[in-house]
Nanobody, 121 residues
Framework: QVQLVESGGGLVQAGGSLRLSCAAS????????MGWYRQAPGKERELVAT???????NYADSVKGRFTISRDNAKNTVYLQMNSLKPEDTAVYYC???????????????WGQGTLVTVSS
């Protein structure tokens, strides 16, 4: 069974930085796209950034120029570097990946459990 485990969340002041990590574990053959999503209190989950297996990236307009997504395929890990954080970035951040693993017939979408990021003003 594949699991995604996020780390790196916490409390930071506005203007500060955090780096989130998400590592996939299990008997994994391949990972296609990976991404970060977030859900603020009372709001729907929204896309933050995605990265393909070929390292093409896509960002929400609200984080362009401040956040950077990257991945280390050897470690089955995706990162989210968050700079110039704003109070409106406060949310639970979830990682997501399309994984081909042992016993899977095709790529399946897997979600992490989430990590809380709180930005104080």
């Amino acid at each position: 069974q594949v699991q995604l485990v996020e780390s790196g969340g916490g409390l930071v002041q506005a203007g500060g930085s955090l780096r989130l990590s998400c590592a996939a574990s299990g008997i994994i053959f391949s990972i296609n796209a990976m991404g970060w999503y977030r859900q603020a209190p009372g709001k729907e989950r929204e896309l933050v950034a995605t990265i393909t297996s070929g390292d093409s990236t896509n960002y929400a307009d609200s984080v362009k120029g401040r956040f950077t997504i990257s991945r280390d395929n050897a470690k089955n890990t995706v990162y989210l570097q968050m700079n110039s954080l704003k109070p409106e970035d406060t949310a639970v951040y979830y990682c997501n990946a399309y994984v081909l693993a042992r016993w899977y017939q095709s790529y399946l979408e897997v979600w992490g459990q989430g990590t809380l990021v709180t930005v104080s003003s």
